[in-house]
């Protein structure tokens, strides 16, 4: 049986609609999960079938109900594995420890350079040469969780912010769908800060 995940989406959703457009032998997206209701992620799952929630911030009186929601409307779909396609919240604990070293995230650096949320822009401020994005666990720090993958972006002297941020996302789509069906298909094995798929 294909492994079902749930998606987490903020905004346009186009690691989303990679992970739609995959060959889906290895899993199934059950539901896709939007902080925002005009997400246009909630559309392309929409358009395809796919179940949708809508767990908004400003319905909820604190930061700590609202994760609790989000844990309980994840929850309902059991899913094997929780994916962060362009999802701009940061978890809590109640979602940490339902789906622990199940929550997979993607940053358009090399971490652990550059976390946060202006990862493309302070590798650039810094002057790099090589930049790229990095697939992760999410732990409870901010993107300092262990490393499933990680791909690499040439920075040119002439480029800016939005040109290699355009690089970054081609090259992430890819390395995020492959590192989601290796998981669905082989699971992992975490020790420390090394994860070993098979």
Known sequence: MPA?????????????????????????????VADRPEAQGLVRARSRDIPTLVVDPRDFPDRSAWDAALAHGIADWSPDWVVCAGFMRILGGAVLSAFSQRIVNTHPALLPA?????????????GVRVTGCTVHLIDAGVDTGPILGQAAVDVGTDDDVEAVHERIKVVERRLLVDIVTRLCSEGCTVDGRRVTIP
């Open 114 to 126: 550059f976390p946060g949320a202006h990862g493309v822009r302070d590798a650039l401020d810094y």
């Open 4 to 32: 079902r995940i749930v998606v987490l989406v903020s905004g346009a959703g186009s690691n989303l609609q990679a992970l739609l457009d995959a060959d889906q032998h290895a899993f199934q997206i059950v539901g896709v």
